[in-house]
T-cell receptor
Framework: DTEVTQTPKHLVMGMTNKKSLKCEQHMGHRAMYWYKQKAKKPPELMFVYSYEKLSINESVPSRFSPECPNSSLLNLHLHALQPEDSALYLC??????????????FGPGTRLTVT | DQQVKQNSPSLSVQEGRISILNCDYTNSMFDYFLWYKKYPAEGPTFLISISSIKDKNEDGRFTVFLNKSAKHLSLHIVPSQPGDSAVYFCAASEDSNYQLIWGAGTKLIIKP
């Protein structure tokens, strides 16, 4: 089973709203990721959690707040977003990067529109 | 500076023929390479990977070749099928590093 699930599939929010994106995996992976993808571009890394601890924050604005409640779940809390934040938000998971393979398995994404 | 380059934005191939997608890299520290396939409005799907200690890896219709001296890898799909029409991304990583460095992608179109 290489499934990563994400909810919701689509989200429209105003610039003053607070919303959350959710991600879940049951592959026993101990690394989880948030990416942002704009049309016709490769995924852009936002955050990495390793063993439920924030490992990488790619200088993401504080209006994006990640949370890893346990090894299977990853949330992305959104607040006061800008229209330019509209994109496909992808969650991924993998084994920890420690000399093994580095395949990241992606969820279907949440299409976010900020109005 | 792009460390992973996919110089062909698009490629059109006849159904049943071989599709060859190319990828070049500049960082000699990369030791693991991956290919992903992406349909519009969906997450990337992992296809196949190769470690730098190998020069070939095969999985069904997909074969990846790695030429370390030329810093070049390629993905061969044979025979090509209509469902292979998608954007293909090449990605690379260094040992013990979570970050994947992505190419810009190549849009593959399989013609019936």
């Amino acid at each position: 089973d290489t499934e990563v699930t994400q909810t919701p599939k689509h989200l429209v929010m105003g610039m003053t709203n607070k919303k959350s994106l959710k991600c879940e995996q049951h592959m026993g992976h101990r690394a989880m990721y948030w990416y942002k993808q704009k049309a016709k571009k490769p995924p852009e890394l936002m955050f990495v959690y390793s063993y439920e601890k924030l490992s990488i924050n790619e200088s993401v604005p504080s209006r994006f707040s990640p949370e890893c409640p346990n090894s299977s779940l990853l949330n992305l809390h959104l607040h006061a977003l800008q229209p330019e934040d509209s994109a496909l938000y992808l969650c991924a998971s993998s084994q920890p990067a420690s000399g093994g393979s580095y395949e990241q398995y992606f969820g279907p994404g949440t299409r976010l529109t900020v109005t | 500076d792009q460390q992973v380059k996919q110089n062909s934005p698009s490629l059109s191939v006849q159904e049943g023929r071989i599709s060859i997608l190319n990828c070049d890299y500049t960082n000699s520290m990369f030791d693991y390479f991956l290919w992903y396939k992406k349909y519009p409005a969906e997450g990337p799907t992992f296809l196949i990977s190769i470690s730098s200690i190998k020069d070939k890896n095969e999985d069904g219709r997909f074969t990846v070749f790695l030429n370390k001296s030329a810093k070049h890898l390629s993905l061969h799909i044979v025979p090509s099928q209509p469902g292979d029409s998608a954007v293909y991304f090449c990605a690379a990583s260094e040992d013990s590093n979570y970050q994947l460095i992505w190419g810009a992608g190549t849009k593959l179109i399989i013609k019936p």
